[in-house]
């Protein structure tokens, strides 16, 4: 005989009615949230008659939601588990990361200029976040930002908080290429110039691209080395210093927002 599944048997509703659901899901979702409801953990019959669920369901439900991490037992209790921590992590990382594009925006607007946050994670140079409008849009990465890290401010900003060591490795992985006219390329000089940065911000003059020129300014927490840049058309060449200098003052004030940032 056939069986005809109707709408409430498989968790759904009919066409046009509303949202499919996953009852299931449902299930599992009212499960956690009563586990959060017991300090010291919870048997399976505890939170069976709290999240109002039939015991054998209860069952089934906590072997999944251990398996997957989301739960631990313990003496026969159980208790939110390192994948339910994730979830939090997860969320703090996505405030830090609307916090830092809200900084970069405000600073964009401030400066009128496009604004990079950028770190140094793992031997790489990692462009983070962009701020640019229209107005200023952002340089175009036709060159690969970590690989040409001796042209571009953002690079030699990050590269001159390194060790030597660091350095050398990586002007070892990635050889400095001419990209302009005005690339420095000896690994040489790029050590000198880097193992003694001049105060301040860090600048740079159609070296990574014709017709731009940027300044960075460091910003560090921890072990973690990051930078704050701008870059401006060639025409406005004539602003970029104090420009900068504004950026450097306006920085200390969202040191803690930018902090944040070196996780995300």
């Known amino acids: 005989m056939a069986v005809r599944h109707t709408a409430s048997s498989i968790g759904t509703r009919p066409p046009g009615s509303g949202p499919t659901l996953i009852g299931s899901v449902q299930r599992a979702l009212r499960l956690l949230e009563a586990v959060g409801g017991f300090l010291q953990g919870a048997t399976a019959k505890q939170l069976a008659r709290a999240a109002d ?13 251990t398996h997957e991490g989301y739960l631990r037992r313990a003496d026969g209790r159980f208790y939110y588990g390192a994948s339910v921590a994730g979830i ?26 496009a604004v990079y946050f950028a770190v140094y994670r793992e031997g790489e140079v990692e462009l983070v976040e962009v701020a640019a409008s ?27 908080q390194l060790t030597g060591e660091q350095r050398r490795d990586h002007l070892a992985r990635h050889r400095p290429v ?5 690339t420095t390329t000896e ?15 860090v600048f ?16 560090a927490c ?43």
């Open 134 to 160: 229209e107005r200023r849009p952002a340089v175009a990465e036709w060159a690969d930002f970590r690989a040409t890290a001796h042209a571009h401010a953002i690079g030699k900003c990050l590269l001159g």
């Open 178 to 182: 001419e990209l302009t006219a005005a």
């Open 88 to 113: 939090s992590r997860a969320e703090d990382r996505q405030r830090a990361r609307r916090r830092l594009r809200a900084a970069l925006a405000e600073l964009r607007d401030e400066l009128d200029a």
């Open 53 to 65: 669920l039939p015991l054998g369901t209860t069952y089934h439900l906590l072997r999944t939601l």
């Open 187 to 201: 690994a040489s000089v790029l050590l000198r110039r880097f193992a003694a940065p001049a105060p301040g911000p």
């Open 222 to 264: 921890g072990a973690t080395v990051g930078t704050i840049a701008i870059s401006l058309p060639i025409e406005q060449e004539g602003r970029l210093a104090r420009t900068a200098d504004t950026l450097l003052t306006s920085i200390n004030g969202l040191a803690g927002t930018f902090g944040a940032s070196f996780t995300i």
């Open 204 to 219: 740079e003059h159609q070296e990574y691209a014709v017709g731009t020129v940027c300044a960075a300014v460091p910003l």
